[in-house]
């Protein structure tokens, strides 16, 4: 018989408007919904990194805050500018760490947009804010519980004073905690550690890991000792949060957004003085919870 006259076969808009009409090329069936969409590929992988690029990141950055550390103490008596002191302690805390990242994106090949997901897109301006508020909704609640119920020791690494301010003094903070940390260590633990965390032992234990010792970088043992126990258990809580939108969004935009939130929020009640206040009217622990960062 020779071939039926008419289209081939697929689905059709319905000519009345009732969503689409299949035909097998021998009738038409009655209108329908739109066919069922096809089967959706599984999503690519999280990209990774080799473990020694994770590794070595830390050691960079753990070796350069001790030396900035060291180096800050030694200018502080000295009569040099503010913005002089803070540019040489940025520099030294996180030059090595840039260095480390351009070499493992070299190493890896591919730019640092497909290594250490370095790109942007206008969704983030939403998702940034929306991971600050929740990561830290939560370091709140941990380091509630954990200080209240546990009698974790709780001290934050912010002086919550606004003697001798100066504007000096204002723009090196904001430079170094809303501009500088925010960009540096987001590179750092959610774009070489934990991408190389999880070419080891997967996504499911690398972002608590990861979290973890994002909460252990701030660490200060000199000026604040056992104190920093609750502000590492808080600030783990929220590099877990930045290292879940990493690997959802796989890109950096919306953690480092998230990131500068937080560190602003915090310098904003700090430099203001609204912190002193609140920790003397409402409350030392919830209040210290709420602006704990850095």
């Given at each position: 018989?020779?071939?039926?006259?008419?289209?081939?076969?697929?689905?059709?808009?319905?000519?009345?408007?009732?969503?689409?009409?299949?035909?097998?090329?021998?009738?038409?069936?009655?209108?329908?919904?739109?066919?069922?969409?096809?089967?959706?590929?599984?999503?690519?992988?999280?990209?990774?990194l080799p473990l020694s690029a994770a590794?070595?990141?830390?050691?960079?950055?753990?070796?350069?805050?001790?030396?900035?550390?060291?180096?800050?103490?030694?200018?502080?008596?000295?009569?040099?500018?503010?913005?002089?002191?803070?540019?040489?302690?940025?520099?030294?805390?996180?030059?090595?760490?840039?260095?480390?990242?351009?070499?493992?994106?070299?190493?890896?090949?591919?730019?640092?947009?497909?290594?250490?997901?370095?790109?942007?897109?206008?969704?983030?301006?939403?998702?940034?804010?929306?991971?600050?508020?929740?990561?830290?909704?939560?370091?709140?609640?941990?380091?509630?519980?954990?200080?209240?119920?546990?009698?974790?020791?709780?001290?934050?690494?912010?002086?919550?004073?606004?003697?001798?301010?100066?504007?000096?003094?204002?723009?090196?903070?904001?430079?170094?905690?809303?501009?500088?940390?925010?960009?540096?260590?987001?590179?750092?633990?959610?774009?070489?550690?934990?991408?190389?965390?999880?070419?080891?032992?997967?996504?499911?234990?690398?972002?608590?890991?990861?979290?973890?010792?994002?909460?252990?970088?701030?660490?200060?043992?000199?000026?604040?000792?056992?104190?920093?126990?609750?502000?590492?258990?808080?600030?783990?809580?929220?590099?877990?949060?930045?290292?879940?939108?990493?690997?959802?969004?796989?890109?950096?935009?919306?953690?480092?957004?998230?990131?500068?939130?937080?560190?602003?929020?915090?310098?904003?009640?700090?430099?203001?003085?609204?912190?002193?206040?609140?920790?003397?009217?409402?409350?030392?622990?919830?209040?210290?919870?709420?602006?704990?960062?850095?």
């Open positions: 018989m020779p071939p039926p006259a008419g289209p081939p076969a697929g689905w059709y808009p319905d000519p009345g408007g009732y969503g689409m009409r299949y035909f097998d090329g021998f009738r038409w069936s009655p209108a329908a919904a739109y066919p069922a969409a096809p089967p959706v590929a599984d999503r690519e992988p999280f990209p990774t590794l070595g990141a830390l050691v960079v950055l753990a070796l350069s805050l001790v030396v900035q550390n060291v180096v800050a103490r030694q200018l502080s008596d000295t009569g040099l500018p503010t913005l002089v002191k803070a540019g040489v302690g940025l520099v030294l805390a996180y030059g090595p760490s840039l260095w480390w990242a351009r070499r493992v994106v070299r190493q890896a090949g591919g730019g640092a947009r497909q290594q250490l997901g370095w790109r942007f897109r206008w969704v983030d301006l939403g998702w940034g804010p929306l991971t600050w508020i929740g990561s830290h909704v939560a370091n709140v609640i941990v380091i509630l519980v954990a200080v209240e119920a546990l009698g974790v020791p709780f001290e934050s690494n912010v002086e919550s004073t606004t003697d001798d301010i100066t504007a000096a003094y204002v723009i090196a903070m904001l430079v170094s905690a809303v501009i500088a940390a925010p960009l540096v260590e987001e590179i750092v633990f959610r774009g070489v550690v934990l991408r190389g965390l999880v070419g080891k032992i997967g996504v499911v234990a690398a972002v608590p890991v990861q979290g973890v010792l994002f909460g252990m970088a701030h660490l200060d043992p000199i000026d604040r000792g056992w104190g920093n126990i609750g502000l590492i258990l808080g600030l783990s809580t929220v590099g877990c949060g930045l290292g879940l939108v990493t690997v959802l969004t796989r890109r950096l935009g919306a953690a480092i957004i998230a990131h500068a939130c937080l560190n602003g929020f915090v310098m904003t009640l700090v430099l203001t003085g609204v912190a002193d206040d609140l920790e003397r009217d409402v409350g030392s622990l919830a209040v210290r919870a709420l602006w704990m960062v850095l």
